[in-house]
């Protein structure tokens, strides 16, 4: 699967569309990367998109830790201490809703559900994010085409 460049939110948020429209329902989103990574903002554009609002408010789930949307759940596990509560949460009670979560390290079990992993880290030398994609469980084709334009080439 590709990394992407975002020099900016603006791509960061066209990047985000672009991933919206090659979802399935019931894909789980893995978000991972540092603390101001750009977790929130991707998943806010993927958010926007899927529902067609460029103005919904979509607040981080950090302290709520589950945003409900519709057909949509973004969950923030910062702060869960067991992947047992994820049964607590409802994370999974709707198979078709697509789920997109925030530190997914806390409940390793969510790598095993088809879907897309994402890590989002800082580009070096730049105010710009490079984002990792990988599928899990289905094929990911068209959206690797759809990235194209944001492929990063690693320096030789």
Partial sequence: MPIVF?????????????????LLPGDVVTLEGDLGAGKSALARAIIRARLGDRDLEVPSPSFAIVQPYPG????????????????????????????????????????SRSGLRIGIAMAPDTDGRLITLEALGR??????AALAPWQHQSPQ
């Fill in 6 to 22: 975002a020099p900016d939110e603006k791509a960061t948020e066209a990047i985000g569309t672009t991933i919206a429209h090659h």
């Fill in 72 to 111: 949509i759940l973004h969950a923030d596990l910062y702060r869960i201490s067991e992947e047992a509560e994820l049964d607590e949460l409802g994370l999974l009670d709707d198979e078709t809703a697509i789920l997109l979560v925030e530190w997914p390290q806390r409940a390793p079990s969510l790598f």
């Fill in 139 to 144: 094929e990911a084709g068209d959206l690797v």
